[in-house]
T-cell receptor, first 112, second 113 residues
Framework: GESVGLHLPTLSVQEGDNSIINCAYS??????FIWYKQESGKGPQFIID?????DKRQGQRVTVLLNKTVKHLSLQIAATQPGDSAVYFC???????????FGAGTQVVVTP | DGGITQSPKYLFRKEGQNVTLSCEQN?????MYWYRQDPGQGLRLIYY???????QKGDIAEGYSVSREKKESFPLTVTSAQKNPTAFYLC????????????FGDGTRLSIL
């Protein structure tokens, strides 16, 4: 079936470096993608979204890149801080009512 | 502050017991959702509601029930038919269904006594 997945389950990043979290999706019809951050014991927090008519979108310290040719999504975090340590999920919308399909998540660990 | 409030934060269920998880939002959102999250995994959709008095099954609805009598409230009942209820339950809402971000509460952790 169609699915969203992440390449790396754990990403260790030194404080101040840039982080790149990758996500592969298999449904070429997906037209909306969201990145969420989840800290331990809390609900997912919206970070940034992107629609399929765009290939790049920037927020505060974050950039999402969408490559529809290879069905790949990435989240870049600039100057990673200890507060960025969390699990990051990508999610895609695969149908007209907006059903979100979540990947398993990537744990980002920021080291001093 | 506007947001989504889930209660209780922790809940324990005895065998054969039904329990109800509360979800309230004051964002004036039309759509609401319930997800289940197991350790080290992503979120799976249990039920969703596009509008008051309407709701639809998600991917793992068996053993669960919901109601949507008010726009701001979408309670989830975990029935005794759900044989593996231990999980982290997350409620979300969005302005409407479609290509809109869903905003989440801070979850209820349900365990079996």
């Amino acid at each position: 079936g169609e699915s969203v997945g992440l390449h790396l389950p754990t990403l260790s990043v030194q404080e101040g470096d840039n982080s790149i979290i990758n996500c592969a999706y298999s449904n070429s019809a997906s037209d909306y993608f969201i990145w969420y951050k989840q800290e331990s014991g809390k609900g997912p927090q919206f970070i940034i979204d992107i629609r399929s008519n765009m290939d790049k979108r920037q927020g505060q310290r974050v950039t999402v890149l969408l490559n529809k040719t290879v069905k790949h999504l990435s989240l870049q975090i600039a100057a990673t801080q200890p507060g960025d340590s969390a699990v990051y999920f990508c999610a895609e919308v695969t149908d007209s009512w907006g059903k979100l399909q979540f990947g398993a998540g990537t744990q980002v660990v920021v080291t001093p | 502050d506007g947001g989504i409030t889930q209660s209780p934060k922790y809940l324990f269920r005895k065998e054969g017991q039904n329990v109800t998880l509360s979800c309230e939002q004051n964002l004036n959102h039309d759509a609401m959702y319930w997800y289940r999250q197991d350790p080290g995994q992503g979120l799976r959709l249990i039920y969703y509601s596009q509008i008051v008095n309407d709701f639809q099954k998600g991917d793992i609805a068996e053993g669960y029930s919901v109601s949507r009598e008010k726009k701001e409230s979408f309670p989830l009942t975990v029935t005794s038919a759900q044989k593996n209820p231990t999980a982290f339950y997350l409620c979300a809402s969005s302005i409407q269904q479609g290509n809109q971000p869903q905003h989440f509460g801070d979850g209820t952790r349900l365990s079996i006594l």
